[in-house]
């Protein structure tokens, strides 16, 4: 019954787990602050649009693997490895529970070492977007692999 569509099966089991996710961190939220403008996100709605993304990977390879195009397996590899590595770097790398209404003391000692630090947060989020983005592109690729590929395979038969 799924033998053939292991890049699908793949896919929704991942997606599945960021539903579980989503489920389990109902009460925390990502707090985001854009210049003037304070957001406090439920974690739950980043797990659900994670979730989303995840099924909308699996719905599209589950089409080119009944479709007969299976997609290629080191671009899936390559794909799935370095969205996971990302999403995971994002998520540690971004400070966990920070609030506005949480005041601390900014001695000057202090204060330099929380910019730096600021700093080097930033550079590993920026990094690592631009390698989520690239793991995009991959999956791009591939789709565009496999459509390529079923074009010689019907060329060649034909």
Not at 54 to 68: H, N, R, T
Not at 143 to 154: A, E, G, N, Q, T
Request: charged share 15%.
């Amino acid at each position: 019954m799924f033998r053939g569509h292991f890049i699908s099966i793949v896919y929704v089991i991942t997606a599945l787990i960021f539903g579980i996710l989503a489920f389990l961190e109902r009460s925390e939220t990502l707090d985001v602050a854009l210049k003037e403008v304070y957001f406090a996100i439920p974690k739950s709605f980043a797990w659900l649009a994670l979730a989303f993304c995840f099924l909308l990977f699996a719905g599209i390879s589950l089409a080119f693997e009944l479709s007969k195009k299976p997609m290629n397996l080191y671009f899936f590899g390559a794909h799935y490895l370095l969205t996971i590595i990302s999403l995971a770097v994002i998520y540690f790398a971004v400070p966990q529970e920070v609030s506005p209404t949480k005041y601390t003391d900014y001695s000057l000692s202090n204060e330099a070492q929380q910019v730096e630090m600021a700093i080097n947060t930033v550079d590993w989020v920026s990094n690592t977007i631009y390698i989520l983005i690239g793991a995009q592109i991959i999956f791009g690729l591939n789709i565009l692999f496999s459509i390529l590929k079923s074009r010689k395979v019907r060329k060649a038969q034909g």
